[in-house]
Nanobody, 127 residues
Framework: EVRLVESGGGLVQAGGSLRLSCAAS????????IAWFRQAPGKEREAVSC????????YYADSVKGRFTISRDNAKNTVYLQMNSLKTEDTAVYYC????????????????????WGQGTHVAVSS
C-alpha cells in the first residue's frame, strides 16, 4: 500500500523555522518527483516546492523562494521541506505528493499530475 505521512507542522512565531517531513511507505521515493502543496482556509491549493526525479532539479513558488528548501534522503525514504523566515501568510495545511514522472519547470505546480497524496500537516505562523 502506497502511503505518505507528513509531520513537523505546528505553531511558530513569524520569523521562525519549521522542518516538514514526508515519509513514504509501500514504495521507494527515489526516482519519483515529490512536491509540497499547501492550502490555507478559504484559498485554493498552492504549489510550494518540488524535488524532481531529474537530478539536481528543484522548484519553488516565488512566494517561498529563498526561504524554503526542499531535499530528499533516499536512505530514509523521506523528503523534507525546511521552512525559514516564516510569515503569517505561510499558515496552511501542507501536503506532500508524488508524481511518478519527471517533474519539470513547466509543470511541477500542476496538482493533478501527482498520483499520491499525504493527509497533510498543519502549519500556523503567528505574528
Amino acid at each position: 500500500e502506497v502511503r505518505l505521512v507528513e509531520s513537523g507542522g505546528g505553531l511558530v512565531q513569524a520569523g521562525g523555522s519549521l522542518r516538514l517531513s514526508c515519509a513514504a511507505s509501500g514504495f521507494t521515493l527515489d526516482g519519483y518527483s515529490i512536491a509540497w502543496f499547501r492550502q490555507a482556509p478559504g484559498k485554493e491549493r498552492e504549489a510550494v516546492s518540488c524535488i524532481s526525479s531529474l537530478p539536481g532539479s528543484t522548484y519553488y513558488a516565488d512566494s517561498v523562494k529563498g526561504r524554503f528548501t526542499i531535499s530528499r534522503d533516499n536512505a530514509k525514504n523521506t523528503v523534507y521541506l525546511q521552512m525559514n523566515s516564516l510569515k503569517t501568510e505561510d499558515t496552511a495545511v501542507y501536503y506532500c505528493a508524488v508524481d511518478r514522472g519527471s517533474a519539470t519547470s513547466s509543470g511541477w505546480f500542476v496538482f493533478w499530475e501527482y498520483e499520491y497524496w499525504g493527509q497533510g500537516t498543519h502549519v500556523a505562523v503567528s505574528s
